[in-house]
């Protein structure tokens, strides 16, 4: 039955896109996405030739100068902004910074940021640490509440689009709307959203985002993130990071500050060219994929997987909290999640787990097979009837995000 699943799905092609190592069924692209098969070549042209030969001219030859706006411009239909809306740069943290900073300049006399309690905590430690410099203040409220707390004092919303742990899914539309109809703002981190769901920041009327690079865009352990901001908003835009990057001319070396016309002024340092390569050949493994229908893909994967774990796995709750619309994710919980995954990872699926209790297991469209759903349920069942999770050892379960 699952092999005719395969055998019919139209994104199954897009699997020879990726390297993946024989005998692994990998269900984690949800925090590290896998190497994409172009991208070691790719890499070594862009060290040995273009960096070996090229030197300092590969600056223009190259145009490395432009990498951040030309990838944000290739992720831009993935997340349905357009192209010159997006640039690829820093961190999700940092851009988050500069988005948020920008965002409360652009509200004065406001002085609300509102966030979901229980969210990623990088966006609570730097929207506090902003509040700390600006004189606003971050208030957290439960999930249900949001758009009720938004109020005449809120200059930003900050909200994931799926939520990290649980992946629940916020109407992107419905917020935005409530979020202006109060006068306020609206960002979006769509770090998991990004590459897995189809996103539409322009027609949902998004303000600004963020999304990280390294997980469903599949661009490397570490990769650059990206931002975006509406084009309404370009003109008026005051990123609080200065950096000569976004300098309108950088090369000018002028003794003051003027920004780059449209996304670019978010710039701050240098682009990290060897790392923006393995992000552009990550999103290249997107070309030609519509974003609907991964995310049908996705559900279909994730609701095959609950179904068979909750019907074969004795001792886990399956937890899909919002079953009209779902991140590409499912989570299973167990007391003892930390050691069962540890065992479940021993023999080939890996998955991650997140506090307290759950374990994490990842369906990305492109080259997730509906056969590995049987393979990690079968080995699931098999480790928790066998009990051998009790001495699993899970120092090496250390995965950042
Ligand atoms: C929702 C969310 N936001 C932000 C981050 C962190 O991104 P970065 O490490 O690029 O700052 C993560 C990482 O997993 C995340 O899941």
Aim: charged content about 15%.
């Amino acid at each position: 039955m699952l092999s005719a699943l395969d055998a019919a799905d139209s994104l199954a092609p897009f699997r020879t896109r990726f390297a993946l190592p024989a005998g692994i069924v990998y269900l984690d692209g949800n925090s590290l996405g896998p190497l994409p098969a172009a991208t070691p070549a790719l890499l070594a042209d862009a060290v040995t030739r273009q960096w070996g030969t090229g030197l300092i001219r590969s600056w223009n030859d190259e145009a490395w100068i432009d990498l951040p706006a030309t990838i944000g411009a290739a992720i831009a239909p993935i997340i349905g902004a357009p192209p010159d809306c997006v640039i690829a740069c820093d961190s999700v943290s940092v851009n988050l910074y500069k988005l948020a900073g920008a965002a409360l300049m652009l509200r004065p006399g406001r002085r609300k940021i509102l966030v979901e309690a229980g969210d990623f905590p990088t966006d609570r430690y730097i929207l506090d640490g902003l509040a700390r410099t600006t004189g606003a203040r971050c208030e957290a409220v439960p999930r249900g509440d949001v758009a009720a707390a938004i109020d005449g004092d809120t200059a930003l919303v900050v909200l994931s689009h799926v939520h990290f742990s649980t992946g629940a899914v916020h109407d992107m539309a419905a917020l935005t709307a409530a979020a202006h109809a109060a006068g306020a703002l609206i960002l979006w981190d769509l770090s998991h959203s990004a590459g897995a769901l189809a996103v539409a920041l322009d027609a949902d009327n998004a303000d600004f985002a963020v999304g990280c690079g390294y997980k469903y865009l599949n661009g490397g352990p570490g990769a650059p993130a990206f931002a975006f901001a509406a084009a309404r908003h370009h003109a008026a835009l005051q990123p609080p990071l200065q950096g000569w990057m976004g300098h309108a001319a950088p090369f000018a070396f002028a003794a003051d500050w003027s920004p780059a016309p449209g996304i670019r002024r978010l710039l701050a340092g240098t682009p990290p060219v060897l790392a923006m390569a393995a992000l552009a050949a990550g999103v290249a493994t997107f070309a030609g994929v519509d974003m609907a229908a991964a995310e049908a893909k996705s559900a279909a994967l994730a609701q095959c997987f609950a179904r068979l774990a909750a019907a074969r796995c004795p001792g886990v709750a399956v937890e899909m909290p919002h079953r009209l619309r779902h991140g590409a994710q499912v989570v299973l919980r167990h007391p003892q999640a930390r050691r069962v995954m540890a065992a479940l990872i021993a023999h080939g699926v890996i998955g991650d787990c997140r506090p307290p209790d759950r374990m994490r297991f990842g369906f990305p469209a492109l080259y997730t097979r509906f056969a590995d759903i049987g393979i990690a349920v079968d080995t699931l069942a098999a480790v928790l009837a066998s009990g051998e999770w009790q001495d699993a050892r899970f120092d090496a379960l250390g995965q950042v995000s």
